[in-house]
């Protein structure tokens, strides 16, 4: 009997993404292939891609023709197959497989067709698909940690974001399939879930009619996993019922990732946001009148186009009077096929990163203090990884998600992949640094 042909998987992009190629691999297992982190052993190299800005599409490009560059035989997966699928398949010889946004559940029966010399195309023009618990899964985070996709897609028409036309309108799964995999993930001793998707706070609502997720969370609460941390909680959602799951939920963290992008009410009109600057403000109030110990992080676009010296401003005023725990800056990145790459008022780029670069000077001193508050604290680390040269732990607390986030750095003895209390003696802007309390 012939043996299955190696594959390599690259993965690039969001922890959608990442989701994706966990799939993928868990699906080509299963059928008998070989997976190798090794590329250049690897009869095959699966690049899960990225297309949601420039400079991710850019990153995406470069691996590719890399590989080319040394002969490998290319499947391409993800938001670029999706976006540029008749340019790469042109441009690239060396893609002998294009597997779409909505269409990764087909990589065995593509891999197959591909071994009997066919070009293989596998892509929805509108992406309706989403794994549930019986999908195959190799996760490839720390042991502790696991995302979970509770819904695909974005029903929301922001003028900067591709996203929906990559990635299809909203599909949730249901309540019952995300605490089956929970349970799933926390009998394989995952410490952490993370609950992922274009617009959390509009989970359930394509298939219950209303947004559900202040039950989602009642419902993971019954679920045996310390942590459960909400990625993209848009500040519409945040209703009182969803707020007092989030607090009455011993396992759900009080960490609020808001993706408000701007503060001004014309920017966010001309951004297409569902929701006006005053709805910022107020919702933010709300949140700390009703979880005080809420940990707060945002991500926000400069150099809108149209955005003035007024705007941002605004926006810096915005930033310094909420003390945000966490604050990411992207400048704004024009893509193809969204209103807002055509709008006029179309910014230099050196503006836009004089802009991100004020705005990041504002909020480092804001985040020193919010980490000072926790110096002479205990509290609660996930330990993820070890420094070979110096035997000192590396880690997050609950009040940090991975990769985006700070780090715990942790002097003693303790486990990968355990929760453990550490002393904090220390802090600087982005980490903390303490011991481990026996």
Same mark, same amino acid.
């Given at each position: 009997?012939?043996?299955?042909?190696?594959?390599?998987?690259?993965?690039?992009?969001?922890?959608?993404?990442?989701?994706?190629?966990?799939?993928?691999?868990?699906?080509?297992?299963?059928? =008998?292939?070989?997976?190798?982190?090794?590329?250049?052993? &690897?009869?095959?190299?699966?690049?899960?891609?990225?297309?949601?800005?420039?400079?991710?599409? !850019?990153?995406?490009?470069?691996?590719?023709?890399?590989?080319?560059?040394?002969? +490998? +035989?290319?499947?391409?997966?993800?938001?670029?197959?999706?976006?540029?699928?008749?340019?790469?398949?042109?441009?690239?010889?060396?893609?002998?497989?294009?597997?779409?946004?909505?269409?990764?559940?087909?990589?065995?029966?593509?891999?197959?067709?591909?071994?009997?010399?066919?070009?293989?195309?596998?892509?929805?023009?509108?992406?309706?698909?989403?794994?549930?618990?019986?999908?195959?899964?190799?996760?490839?985070?720390?042991? =502790?940690?696991?995302?979970?996709?509770?819904?695909?897609?974005?029903?929301?028409?922001?003028?900067?974001?591709?996203?929906?036309?990559?990635?299809?309108?909203?599909?949730?799964?249901?309540?019952?399939?995300?605490?089956?995999?929970?349970?799933?993930?926390? &009998?394989?001793?995952?410490?952490?879930?993370?609950?992922?998707?274009?617009?959390?706070?509009?989970?359930?609502?394509?298939?219950?009619?209303?947004?559900?997720?202040?039950?989602?969370?009642?419902?993971?609460? +019954?679920?045996?996993?310390?942590?459960?941390?909400?990625?993209?909680?848009?500040?519409?959602?945040?209703?009182?019922?969803?707020?007092?799951?989030?607090?009455?939920?011993?396992?759900?963290?009080?960490?609020?990732?808001?993706?408000?992008?701007?503060?001004?009410?014309?920017?966010?009109?001309?951004?297409?946001?569902?929701?006006?600057?005053?709805?910022?403000?107020?919702?933010?109030?709300?949140?700390?009148?009703?979880?005080?110990?809420?940990?707060?992080?945002?991500?926000?676009?400069?150099?809108?186009?149209?955005?003035?010296?007024?705007?941002?401003?605004?926006?810096?005023?915005?930033?310094?009077?909420?003390?945000?725990?966490?604050?990411?800056?992207?400048?704004?990145?024009?893509?193809?096929?969204?209103?807002?790459?055509?709008?006029?008022?179309?910014?230099?780029?050196?503006?836009? !990163? &004089?802009?991100?670069?004020?705005?990041?000077?504002?909020?480092?001193?804001?985040?020193?203090?919010?980490?000072?508050?926790?110096?002479?604290?205990?509290?609660?680390?996930?330990? !993820?990884?070890?420094?070979?040269?110096?035997?000192?732990?590396?880690?997050?607390?609950?009040?940090?998600?991975?990769?985006?986030?700070?780090?715990?750095?942790?002097?003693?003895?303790?486990?990968?992949?355990?929760?453990?209390?550490?002393?904090?003696?220390?802090?600087?802007?982005?980490?903390?640094?303490?011991?481990?309390?026996?």
């Amino acid at each position: 009997m012939p043996t299955k042909p190696t594959i390599a998987f690259t993965h690039l992009g969001c922890e959608k993404n990442r989701i994706d190629t966990e799939h993928a691999i868990g699906l080509l297992a299963e059928a =008998g292939y070989q997976v190798d982190a090794n590329e250049e052993l &690897a009869d095959y190299v699966v690049v899960n891609t990225c297309s949601f800005i420039e400079a991710a599409r !850019e990153e995406s490009v470069k691996t590719l023709v890399e590989l080319a560059e040394a002969d +490998k +035989k290319i499947v391409i997966m993800g938001c670029m197959a999706q976006h540029f699928q008749d340019e790469l398949f042109a441009e690239l010889p060396e893609a002998v497989a294009l597997i779409g946004t909505g269409d990764y559940h087909k990589i065995v029966d593509a891999i197959s067709r591909v071994e009997k010399g066919d070009r293989v195309k596998e892509v929805s023009a509108e992406p309706n698909y989403i794994a549930d618990e019986n999908l195959p899964r190799y996760r490839t985070t720390t042991e =502790g940690v696991a995302y979970l996709r509770v819904a695909e897609g974005c029903d929301y028409r922001c003028a900067f974001c591709i996203i929906p036309h990559l990635r299809g309108n909203q599909r949730s799964r249901t309540i019952e399939s995300i605490v089956a995999e929970a349970r799933q993930l926390a &009998a394989e001793g995952v410490q952490e879930i993370i609950l992922i998707s274009q617009i959390t706070t509009n989970y359930g609502i394509d298939i219950y009619g209303e947004p559900k997720l202040a039950e989602l969370l009642q419902a993971l609460g +019954k679920v045996d996993v310390p942590w459960i941390r909400m990625h993209y909680a848009y500040p519409t959602g945040l209703t009182p019922k969803v707020l007092a799951a989030i607090k009455e939920t011993p396992n759900v963290l009080p960490y609020l990732d808001l993706p408000l992008q701007h503060s001004h009410p014309e920017i966010l009109r001309a951004m297409n946001r569902p929701w006006q600057g005053r709805v910022n403000d107020d919702i933010i109030e709300k949140i700390k009148g009703a979880i005080p110990e809420a940990v707060l992080r945002t991500t926000l676009i400069v150099g809108f186009p149209g955005e003035t010296e007024e705007h941002h401003a605004h926006l810096v005023e915005f930033v310094k009077r909420h003390e945000f725990d966490r604050v990411g800056v992207f400048t704004f990145s024009p893509e193809e096929g969204t209103p807002a790459y055509n709008l006029p008022g179309q910014l230099p780029q050196y503006v836009m !990163e &004089a802009r991100r670069d004020e705005i990041m000077a504002v909020q480092q001193p804001i985040s020193a203090k919010q980490n000072q508050k926790i110096v002479g604290q205990v509290v609660d680390v996930l330990i !993820e990884q070890e420094n070979p040269a110096t035997g000192e732990a590396i880690g997050r607390s609950a009040s940090s998600s991975p990769e985006i986030d700070g780090l715990v750095y942790v002097r003693g003895q303790v486990r990968l992949g355990a929760i453990v209390p550490v002393a904090i003696t220390d802090a600087d802007i982005y980490d903390l640094y303490g011991h481990a309390v026996s």
